[in-house]
C-alpha cells in the first residue's frame, strides 16, 4: 500500500522560502514519480511540478525559477524547496505518486494522495 506524508508547512511572510517534505513508503522513488499540488481555498486543486523515476523534472510556468524539486532516493523522501513566496501561493500542498510525470497538471489522473500540509504566506 503506497502511503505519503507531507510537512513543512506553516506560515511565512511574502518573499521568503519554505521547504516540504513528502515520505514515501510502499514503493520506491525508482517505481513512481512524485507530483505536487496545491489546493487554495475556493479553487480546483493544481499540479505545478513533478520528479520522474529518471529524476527528470516538469515545472509549470506558474512556480518556474521560485520552486525547485529534489529527491533522497537512500530516505525515499521528495523536497519542494519554495522561494519567493506569494500571497497567491498560499493553499494546501499534497504529494501524490503517479507511474508517469506527463499528467502533472491533471490532478484527477493521481490515485495515491498524502493528507496535505497548509501554506500560509501572509505579512
Known amino acids: 500500500q503506497v502511503q505519503l506524508v507531507e510537512s513543512g508547512g506553516g506560515l511565512v511572510q511574502p518573499g521568503g522560502s519554505l521547504t516540504l517534505s513528502c515520505d514515501i513508503s510502499g514503493i520506491t522513488l525508482d517505481q513512481t514519480a512524485i507530483g505536487w499540488f496545491r489546493q487554495a481555498p475556493g479553487k480546483e486543486r493544481e499540479g505545478f511540478i513533478c520528479i520522474a523515476r529518471n529524476n527528470h523534472r516538469f515545472i509549470s510556468d506558474s512556480v518556474k525559477g521560485r520552486f525547485t524539486i529534489s529527491r533522497d532516493t537512500s530516505k525515499n523522501t521528495v523536497l519542494l524547496q519554495m522561494t519567493g513566496l506569494k500571497l497567491e501561493d498560499t493553499a494546501i500542498y499534497y504529494c501524490?505518486?503517479?507511474?508517469?510525470?506527463?499528467?502533472?497538471?491533471?490532478?484527477?489522473?493521481?490515485?495515491?494522495w498524502g493528507q496535505g500540509t497548509q501554506v500560509t504566506v501572509s505579512s
Open positions: 501524490a505518486a503517479h507511474a508517469w510525470c506527463v499528467y502533472y497538471l491533471d490532478y484527477t489522473a493521481w490515485n495515491d
